[in-house]
């Protein structure tokens, strides 16, 4: 049974690029959660999809999206990258319903320069 | 905007003694988790409270909870150098939907 997969690895951007971060939840979940941690930092609420649809968001403008699939997959995108954005991105995949248990991907780790 | 804090914000014993970390936090909560990572990948659970229980359990952790000061304890004992790692609590609100993380305990365990 696999876990949560994401994809890439590593990655390295210059400013004002975009990017698209991917990422596949454990089999049987539903739910996404992406997060982003800054080095030295806690995990920070990015947003939540839950069928199709963005739930929930934290505290990140718009440059920040994202999207999730029939096959419950979801994808992050950030726009008009600032060096701010380099960071581990996290995914976390969970059922509806027990959206308190989250499964955390290894992550990807993003550098703007 | 993190819940609340950890302390220490790092931690540096022997092998075999025994590490303890604190959270505090600010909102009401349904659970309170304590998550570990290893050289900043991803993180792994390790255990859950509810907010109506004081106490629990697993293998070599033991977590409390203080609801009514709003603070929590990760007690790991006869520490080993592979518990070496980030420790990190989260709380979690129906409310919200969402888990929020703390700053984070850095601990090395020295062979």
């Known amino acids: 049974d696999a876990g949560v997969t994401q994809s890439p690895t590593h990655l390295i951007k210059t400013r004002g690029q975009q990017v698209t971060l991917r990422c596949s939840p454990k089999?049987?979940?539903?739910?996404v959660s992406w997060y982003q941690q800054a080095l030295g930092q806690g995990p920070q609420f990015i947003f939540q999809?839950?069928?199709?649809?963005?739930?929930q968001r934290g505290n990140f403008p718009d440059r920040f999206s994202g999207h999730q699939f029939p096959n419950y997959s979801s994808e992050l995108n950030v726009n008009a990258l600032l060096l701010g954005d380099s960071a581990l991105y996290l995914c976390?995949?969970?059922?509806?319903?027990?959206?308190?248990?989250?499964?955390f991907g290894p992550g990807t780790r993003l550098t703007v320069t | 905007s993190q819940q609340g804090e950890e302390d220490p914000q790092a931690l540096s014993i022997q092998e075999g003694e025994n590490a303890t970390m604190n959270c505090s936090y600010k909102?009401?909560?349904?659970?309170l988790q304590w998550y570990r990572q290893n050289s900043g990948r991803g993180l792994v659970h390790l255990i859950l409270?509810?907010?109506?229980?004081r106490e629990k359990h697993s293998g070599r952790l033991r977590v409390t909870l203080d609801s009514s000061k709003k603070s929590s304890s990760l007690l790991i004992t006869a520490s080993r150098a592979a518990d070496t790692a980030s420790y990190f609590c989260?709380?979690?609100?129906?409310?919200?939907?969402?888990?929020?993380f703390g700053q984070g305990t850095t601990l090395q365990v020295k062979p």
């Open positions: 976390a995949s969970s059922a509806a319903g027990r959206t308190y248990e989250q499964y």
């Open positions: 089999s049987g979940h539903d739910t």
């Open positions: 999809y839950y069928e199709e649809e963005e739930r």
């Open positions: 909102t009401s909560i349904n659970n």
């Open positions: 409270i509810r907010s109506n229980e």
């Open positions: 989260a709380t979690f609100s129906s409310n919200t939907g969402k888990l929020i």
